[in-house]
């Protein structure tokens, strides 16, 4: 006789529009959160190798200890793997280890919605109940707050860099749904050695999370970035924070950056504080309004130092000239975090990524939120949850 948690698994096609680790990442971590078993088939199967890597193996592991789960298929190479959730029962202390380079922030990103809501609590009632419900208020409590220490990559490839997590996601989260982790880089990891430590400490919430609407963005009121070296010279940092400030004083105008707003510094980690060596630019847009955009670039040893910079002074300006609320960035890791807030959220966006669509479709098949999206044009959308 087939038990009735098997009927109850969610089957997830991985290959689903982006096809790579987010859908991964976000099924997880709602499964975790949810208490919903899931299967998911098909794991990355649009990148070149297909399935998993070590910092998706470490990305589950940490949410299977977070909700005592069950694991079947998480190896590297897997294509297929289950994960069925007990209830989630935190320690005082969690630790995961990409042992690579492996993103930091691709793990937290696994992490974090599974532990703003305290176990003794349950999981509030946080999905809309009707069109008219729009406010409501989010207590926080520091009492007992777990401590995650993440080990692996802060600044690498094809992944959110540390510093884009401290300036602007957690502010967001801060800001707009009133959940406040607090993050600390202990040491930071390069490629292709990793090593970095990051510490976050998670307070947990008390009630539902409020909606966000974001549909208006003002002007732009200062450009501020870092750029930041680690095992290199100086002057590496000093090249890419010139070549961003000449390419935003020559392209701001057009998106309404003035020369007098754009500060930017030049920053060397102390050698104790790094495991190899590499770099990276944070630049971001404050508005009156209270958005901020980001745009960065990773340093790699085939390009000039001051062609990183002007890489992340292209995308903040692209960022800002489709008149979203949100960049790229933030509008796919903001999704699940609206799907589970309670009340209708409306946040104007930029041309819709594919890493977008894929997080909209794990939300609504997991929660039973439903997304609209008013795409009025290709340069904006609207996003309602």
Known sequence: MTSSIAHAVLHIDGSFCEGGGQLLRNAVSLSALLSKPISISNVRQNRRPPGLRKQHEAGIHLAAAICSAETQGVHVESTTVDFRPGSIQLPQTLTADTGTAGSTTLLLQVALPCLFFPPSSGIPDRLPTSESEHTHDAGITCTNAPVLTLLGGTNAILAPQIDYTQSILLPFLSRHLHIAPTLVVHRRGYYPKGGGVVQCTVPAIQGPLPPVVLTTRGAVTAVRGCARVGGLPLCIAQRM???????????????????????????????????????????????????????????????RPEVVGEEAAAELVRNLSHGGCVDEYLQDQMIIFLALAKGTSVVKVGPLTDHTRTAIHVAQLMTGAKFRIDEGTHESAIITV
């Open 241 to 303: 924070a010139a070549g961003a400030h000449r390419a935003l004083v020559a392209s701001g105008p057009r998106v309404g950056i003035a020369a007098a707003q754009i500060g930017i510094t030049a920053v060397r980690e102390r050698d104790e504080d790094v495991v190899g060596g590499g770099g990276g630019v944070l630049l971001w847009a404050e508005t009156e309004d209270g958005c901020v955009l980001g745009g960065s670039a990773v340093s790699t040893r085939e390009k």
